[in-house]
């Protein structure tokens, strides 16, 4: 069966960085666009990054333009999401999913993906 598993996240201070992990059995990763999402405590979830099956293109939420970089490498069945310049309002559970044959417009709908990873916590302090 499909399993996506995400590590990397931690407490880190404002400002600083930290990179996610995610690693996905069971499918052919490269035929799927991947993406991030995160949910805040109390707060709905949320799409921050999708990324096409062979990374050639690459969406963000307006809230972590510039500060996150989201990529891949299909040889190691392997998602990343690279996050600097870290705010409190980062603070959240970051969740892993295969989003689909394309990010395309909706990419964002957290409706969208057909597989989540269990999520990894990230706390950013100030």
């Known amino acids: 069966q499909v399993q996506v598993v995400e590590s990397g996240g931690g407490l880190v201070q404002a400002g600083g960085s930290l990179r996610l992990s995610c690693t996905a059995s069971?499918?052919?990763?490269?035929?799927?666009?991947m993406g991030w999402f995160r949910q805040a405590p109390e707060n709905e979830r949320e799409g921050v990054s999708c990324?096409?099956?062979?990374?050639?293109?690459?969406y963000y939420a307006d809230s972590v333009k510039g500060r996150f970089t989201i990529s891949r490498d299909n040889a190691k069945n392997t998602l990343y999401l690279q996050m600097n310049i870290l705010k409190p309002e980062d603070t959240a559970m970051y969740y892993c999913?295969?989003?689909?044959?394309?990010?395309?417009?909706?990419?964002?709908?957290?409706?969208?993906?057909?597989?989540w990873g269990q999520g990894t916590q990230v706390t950013v302090s100030s």
């Open positions: 990324i096409s099956w062979a990374g050639g293109m690459t």
């Open positions: 999913a295969v989003v689909g044959d394309m990010c395309g417009g909706s990419w964002s709908d957290v409706e969208r993906p057909s597989y």
């Open positions: 069971g499918l052919t990763f490269d035929d799927y666009a």
